[in-house]
């Protein structure tokens, strides 16, 4: 069972740039495709992005094409979500998340999961 641990959130203006990690255990790390969400208060969970296992294939949630960018490094069993341009609406607790195929992680039936990290952005 992979075990996700989130990093790299914090407070920043509208229009900056923050980069998240997620750092995995576990040798299977490369198996698995991998997913950002985020969740805002009051809000559901969502659905931001997601990548293959080799990083080839990658989806977005369409209000952040062109801002967030999702990246993996499997020797350092680490995904990345880049985010640029922000917006007070990208505040939220951001998870990641490994799964069994891309549609599976899309959905949000993930099998494991990271305990998240705040981005706060301010206007």
């Known amino acids: 069972q992979v075990q996700l641990v989130e990093s790299g959130g914090g407070l920043v203006q509208a229009g900056g740039s923050l980069r998240l990690s997620c750092a995995a255990s576990?040798?299977?790390?490369?198996?698995?495709?991998m997913g950002w969400f985020r969740q805002a208060p009051g809000k559901e969970r969502e659905f931001v992005a997601v990548?293959?296992?080799?990083?080839?294939?990658?989806s977005y949630k369409d209000s952040v094409k062109g801002r967030f960018t999702i990246s993996r490094d499997n020797a350092k069993n680490t995904v990345y979500l880049q985010m640029n341009s922000l917006k007070p609406e990208d505040t939220a607790v951001y998870y990641c998340?490994?799964?069994?195929?891309?549609?599976?992680?899309?959905?949000?039936?993930?099998?494991?999961w990271g305990q998240g990290t705040l981005v706060t952005v301010s206007s």
């Open positions: 576990g040798r299977t790390f490369s198996m698995y495709p």
């Open positions: 990548i293959n296992w080799n990083g080839d294939i990658t």
């Open positions: 998340a490994a799964g069994s195929s891309i549609e599976v992680v899309t959905i949000g039936r993930a099998h494991a």
